[in-house]
């Protein structure tokens, strides 16, 4: 049973860290600065996707004028500056699930829309590091498109659907189902239903590594 997987990824903002209050904030103060308001129905809308995705919401509500690389900038900085100063709530069963999996030798990455200095300054307020991350600059398509799934599968050298994904929004979902991992979703803000072949969990605490051994020879 142990070797029908082959791999465990992880999303990062939402299933690894509460980091979503601190994205809501720096949102809330760039269409501040672009001139409009910004509500939880807004942040529900890019959990789980790109900065590009973000740039074009954000520009759309905007009533002041901003160039994309402004605008993206004050987003990348924002956030890196609050990871560096908050403290960033670990999610439940996060810390013991990353550990129980590294120390049985199972490869496992890392797989964020994020860009690169905010998974940086993820990693470093939790000390953490991952063999194998992708990121938001690693890949041409981000989610809910599969590349950044696919991309990671081929770094572990394991085929998609020997992978596990476990991600926290609609987004996330469907870039690992698309890119054929079986996938188990843990919703954050946005709930997400059962489909075929999709699990859903409430918690990180309740998965373990046997129960993801146990899941992957099912398939």
Same mark, same amino acid.
């Given at each position: 049973?142990?070797?029908?997987?082959?791999?465990?990824?992880?999303?990062?903002?939402?299933?690894?860290?509460?980091?979503?209050?601190?994205?809501?904030?720096?949102?809330?103060?760039?269409?501040?600065?672009?001139?409009?308001?910004?509500?939880?129905?807004?942040?529900?809308?890019?959990?789980?996707?790109?900065?590009?995705?973000?740039?074009?919401?954000?520009?759309?509500?905007?009533?002041?004028?901003?160039?994309?690389?402004?605008?993206g900038?004050?987003?990348?900085?924002?956030?890196?500056?609050?990871?560096?100063?908050?403290?960033?709530?670990?999610?439940?069963?996060?810390?013991?699930?990353?550990?129980?999996? *590294? *120390?049985?030798?199972?490869?496992?990455?890392l797989?964020?829309?994020?860009e690169?200095p905010?998974?940086?300054?993820?990693?470093?307020?939790?000390?953490?590091?991952?063999?194998?991350?992708?990121?938001?600059?690693?890949?041409?398509?981000?989610?809910?498109?599969?590349?950044?799934?696919?991309?990671?599968?081929?770094?572990?050298?394991?085929?998609?659907?020997?992978?596990?994904?476990?991600?926290?929004?609609?987004?996330?979902?469907?870039?690992?189902?698309?890119?054929?991992?079986?996938?188990?979703?843990?919703?954050?803000?946005?709930?997400?239903?059962?489909?075929?072949?999709r699990?859903?969990?409430?918690?990180?605490?309740?998965?373990?590594?046997?129960?993801?051994?146990?899941?992957?020879?099912?398939?």
């Amino acid at each position: 049973m142990p070797d029908m997987l082959l791999g465990v990824l992880f999303d990062m903002d939402g299933l690894l860290v509460d980091s979503e209050p601190l994205w809501f904030e720096v949102e809330s103060s760039v269409m501040a600065r672009l001139g409009g308001s910004w509500g939880e129905r807004d942040q529900a809308a890019l959990v789980g996707g790109s900065l590009d995705k973000s740039l074009d919401y954000l520009l759309a509500k905007a009533t002041r004028p901003a160039s994309r690389h402004t605008v993206g900038r004050w987003m990348v900085d924002g956030m890196v500056e609050l990871l560096s100063s908050r403290e960033v709530p670990v999610m439940p069963g996060a810390r013991q699930l990353l550990a129980e999996v *590294a *120390a049985a030798g199972v490869p496992y990455g890392l797989v964020t829309s994020s860009e690169r200095p905010v998974m940086e300054a993820v990693l470093a307020r939790l000390n953490v590091t991952f063999p194998v991350t992708v990121c938001g600059d690693d890949v041409s398509h981000s989610k809910p498109d599969p590349e950044p799934y696919l991309l990671a599968a081929a770094k572990l050298g394991a085929g998609p659907g020997s992978c596990v994904a476990i991600e926290d929004s609609p987004n996330g979902v469907a870039a690992a189902e698309a890119a054929g991992c079986i996938t188990v979703a843990v919703p954050s803000i946005v709930p997400i239903g059962p489909a075929p072949g999709r699990t859903v969990a409430g918690s990180l605490t309740e998965l373990s590594l046997a129960w993801l051994q146990a899941l992957a020879a099912s398939r």
